[in-house]
């Protein structure tokens, strides 16, 4: 019976004895995960200061603002050939004017904007016409908000029609067309991109006055350039 007893009271002992050192190792643990936890907080309360301190910058985005104002100037809209001194229909020789007009920009930062164009020319043949081909000359204006001219550049259209026609469409894209900014602040609003014809006083005069000779080319096949769609129509 003593040796019985002995034997509970030695089965008791080292009972409690791993039932103390379990709970040093909980503590243990316990203690380390509080101390892995404080230095984590301090990490992260020391990189929101850090990153209080910065001055981040924004997402860059494709534009940084509105693009400039894409037009026609309405002065230089058209150009009518006429056989003699006389302004009537049956002295047309051959008519043009810019139907449609359509545009993109991209810029960012500081960058430049930089500007895609596509115009539409309707090109008509009249009864004082001679020849089936038909050239004309037309610019491309970069003004700032004042309309003082920034820069410009001439190009060329050819038209040719085919037997029986007398009216064709001619797709021009212009692209590439870029406009420096000094710095970030300024935005393609403070820009204007002008197109028109290559006109002298008596004719834009005429285009004033809002006579209209001009064929209607609508819907006819183009007779030069790549296809493109007809894009806003130009203001009146």
Do not use: H
Not at 85 to 93: E, T, W
Not at 105 to 123: L, M, Q, R
Not at 192 to 218: I, M, P, S
Request: proline content about 5%; aromatic content about 8%; some cysteine.
């Amino acid at each position: 019976m003593r040796r019985l007893l002995i034997a509970l009271a030695v089965v008791g002992l080292t009972a409690t004895a791993a039932t103390n050192a379990f709970a040093q190792q909980q503590q243990q643990r316990q203690q380390q995960q509080s101390d892995e936890d404080r230095d984590a907080q301090r990490q992260r309360q020391k990189l929101d200061r850090e990153m209080q301190n910065q001055d981040l910058p924004l997402p860059e985005l494709a534009n940084s603002g509105p693009c400039p104002y894409v037009k026609v100037l309405y002065d230089a809209s058209r150009k009518i050939d006429f056989v003699g001194d006389r302004k009537a229909s049956s002295a047309v020789a051959f008519s043009s004017e810019i139907q449609g007009l359509s545009s993109t920009c991209a810029y960012k930062g500081s960058e430049p904007i930089v500007v895609d164009i596509n115009v539409t020319f309707a090109i008509g043949k009249g009864p004082q016409a001679t020849g089936n081909t038909k050239g004309y000359s037309y610019w491309v204006a970069v003004t700032d908000r004042n309309l003082s001219v920034l820069a410009k550049e001439r190009f060329t259209i050819s038209a040719v029609f085919p037997a029986g026609s007398d009216r064709v469409l001619v797709f021009e894209r212009i692209q590439n067309i870029t406009i420096p900014r000094v710095n970030d602040r300024v935005s393609g609003e403070n820009f204007e991109v002008l197109v028109g014809f290559d006109v002298d006083a008596e004719q834009a005069d005429f285009n004033r006055q809002g006579t209209r000779f001009t064929v209607n080319a609508t819907g006819q096949q183009a007779a030069a350039g790549s296809p493109a769609p007809a894009g806003t129509p130009a203001p009146q």
